[in-house]
């Protein structure tokens, strides 16, 4: 089924308990807590995007697995056309939202156990392929809301999984049925707004660490998982009641997953034990979100622009050179982020036989390395438009305090076209996206910290083989011998992928 909006929102009103905690408090109904209901929305926003006319094309696709159309949230990537659509359909919910909606975690968790479970099946260990191949089916006929979890809290850098087992989520026991594990997960998005959540290991395994080399599924509602939610900037507004300064009122949140000896059903276990498939599976579901944020981060570029180019013609300055130069760096900016999430799209890898599309590496990771620095660069320019009202502006209750409303209205009005209120509407948003977790800290750590993608970049850019090209046309060599393809990159194939 394509579910609607609401039909989602009802399932997880009506799911069993979970246990989640905000401010030290436990949540009764996730989807009427004002601190996460604003996530819900967002969350929500992924299932209309199904039915709303100017998104359905992108956001439906045809599934293969159960001959239905499903949410393209959890459709396995057939082709570069579908991997570019996602890049677009991001793009275009962040318009919808101004926030991280959350559900592209679970999608590419789905995608990266779908390879991964295939080059095992290849490799001669079908079983995880055809327990997964079940699971997709259940998950795109009911249309269920996926968290994905990858990052381990863990602890020391310097030390391995075997040597600080608290730090990295393991598996304590196994039995015919399946299997119990103990850890905790941080940072997983949307995981109050999700039903089910997609745990994954976290890097590269030895044989030591084969007890972390686990990948599976698991309800929400499941006894022994608790999650404590962060807190981000500016939260506080989301209980205050308002309607202006906690715009746009759709937002995301993170939280820890501890799991506390939890049992998981051997069918729902897609890896167990494969410490040779561990640093494999996290370079597949990284790159996969790395590409995304080409989508999802432009698009929230898009509404700083759209607002800081208002609140320019709100005080009349739009036509002025140097507001125009600030703008068009605005968007050169946006569109590389864009651009990029696209070529890694349509340059895809073929994995597979019949399908295993995955990104193109070299770009995805140059995708998420440009988010960890524009997304910056275009709130300095749109604060630098804005002008310092976007951090002083009074509060929404002043604008409704009779007493104060007269002066604020006079002494904050520009351009009679527009009122005091549309300017401090207009601040508000800014404010609220140009400097949230979604467009700055998500876009430096989300999808693995700005170092990881640079070690990403090195292992494919061949410099040795630049070298080639210049000492040639030096003439220090007087013969190369000239690689097939333009870019002197390794070219990632399967094989490749193993050898990591
Ligand atoms: Fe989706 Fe972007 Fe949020 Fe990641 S950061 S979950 S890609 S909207
Ligand atoms: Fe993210």
Known sequence: VL??????????????????????????????????????????????????????????????????????????????????????????????????????????????????????????????????????????????????????????????????????????????????????????????????????????????????????????????????????????????????????????????????????????????????????????????????????????GDVIIGAAYNLAKQIGVEKAPHIQNKLNEMVLLNENMYGSGIAASLDAVKLCEDGCWWVNPMFANVTKQLVTRFPYEITKFSTDIAGGIIGTAPSEWDLKNPKLKPYIEKYLQGMMDYSTEDRLRMVRLLENIGFSVAFLIESVHGAGSPEAQRIAINRVYDYEYAEKIAKYLSQIEKRIEFKENAEPWRRTDTEKLANN
């Open 3 to 300: 579910r609607t909006g609401e039909e989602y929102v009802n399932a997880i009103r009506h799911r069993n308990k979970v246990e989640v905690y905000v401010m030290g408090k436990e949540v009764k109904d996730v989807t009427e807590h004002p601190f996460l209901k604003p996530s819900v929305l967002a969350f929500k926003a992924t299932y209309d995007a199904a039915h709303e006319e100017d998104s359905k094309s992108l956001g439906r696709a045809w599934s293969s697995f159960i001959n239905e159309e499903v949410n393209r949230f959890t459709h396995i990537h057939r082709s570069p056309e579908d991997l570019s659509a996602k890049v677009k359909l991001l793009r275009k919910i962040s318009h919808k939202t101004g926030a991280c909606f959350q559900r592209c975690v679970g999608w590419d968790a789905l995608n990266t156990i779908y390879v991964t479970s295939r080059l095992m099946a290849e490799r001669g260990k079908k079983e995880y392929y055809e327990r997964f191949v079940e699971y997709l089916k259940y998950v795109q006929k009911n249309d269920i809301a996926l968290a994905g979890a990858m990052t381990d809290v863990k602890g020391v850098r310097t030390l391995r999984p075997n040597e600080q087992p608290h730090a990295y989520l393991r598996v304590t026991q196994v039995t015919k049925d399946g299997i119990y594990v103990s850890g905790a997960k941080a940072n997983i998005t949307g995981i109050a707004a999700s039903e089910e959540i997609i745990v994954m290991p976290t890097r590269a395994m030895s044989e030591k660490d084969k007890d972390f080399a686990v990948a599976f599924s698991i309800p929400l509602d499941t006894e022994g998982i608790k999650v404590i939610i962060g807190r981000q900037v500016n939260d506080g507004r989301r209980l205050e009641d308002g309607e202006i300064d906690g715009l746009p009122y759709r937002t995301n949140h993170e939280g820890l997953v501890i799991f506390d000896n939890v049992f998981v059903p051997m069918e729902r276990v897609f890896m167990l034990g494969d410490w040779q498939m561990s640093g494999i599976l996290v370079e597949i579901f990284s790159s996969y979100h790395r590409q995304g944020y080409g989508g999802c981060k432009s698009g929230l």
